[in-house]
Nanobody
Framework: QVQLVESGGGLVQAGGSLRLSCAASGSTFLINEMGWYRQAPGEQRELVAVIGSGGFTNYADPVKGRFTISRDNRKGTVYLQMSSLKPEDTAVYYC???????????WGQGTQVTVSS
C-alpha cells in the first residue's frame, strides 16, 4: 500500500508556469510507473504524463514540449513541471502510481490548476 500527497496547484495567468509535486509514503519500493492525470469539469480523466522506473517518459499530445515529468526515487516523489500554460490546461491534476505485482492504480487527492486568459 502507498499513500500519495500532492501539492503545487494554484491560479496562474496564461503563459505562466507551475510545478506540481507528489510525495509517496508506505511501501514505495514496490512502485513501478508514476504519472499524472487530469480531469476538467464534465470531462473524462485523461493521462498527462508517465515516467517508468527505468526513466522512460510518455506525454499526451497537448502537453508535449511544455510539460516535463521527473521522479526522485530517494525521496519517493514525482514532479510535473508545467510551462507555457494555456486556459485549456485548467483541471484537477491527480498523481497516479502503479503498485506491486498486481500493478494496481493508486491515486492522490488531486490539486486544482486554474489558468486565466
Amino acid at each position: 500500500q502507498v499513500q500519495l500527497v500532492e501539492s503545487g496547484g494554484g491560479l496562474v495567468q496564461a503563459g505562466g508556469s507551475l510545478r506540481l509535486s507528489c510525495a509517496a509514503s508506505g511501501s514505495t519500493f514496490l512502485i513501478n510507473e508514476m504519472g499524472w492525470y487530469r480531469q476538467a469539469p464534465g470531462e473524462q480523466r485523461e493521462l498527462v504524463a508517465v515516467i517508468g522506473s527505468g526513466g522512460f517518459t510518455n506525454y499526451a499530445d497537448p502537453v508535449k514540449g511544455r510539460f516535463t515529468i521527473s521522479r526522485d526515487n530517494r525521496k519517493g516523489t514525482v514532479y510535473l513541471q508545467m510551462s507555457s500554460l494555456k486556459p485549456e490546461d485548467t483541471a484537477v491534476y491527480y498523481c497516479n502510481v502503479r503498485w506491486g505485482a498486481s500493478r494496481a492504480h493508486y491515486w492522490g487527492q488531486g490539486t486544482q490548476v486554474t489558468v486565466s486568459s
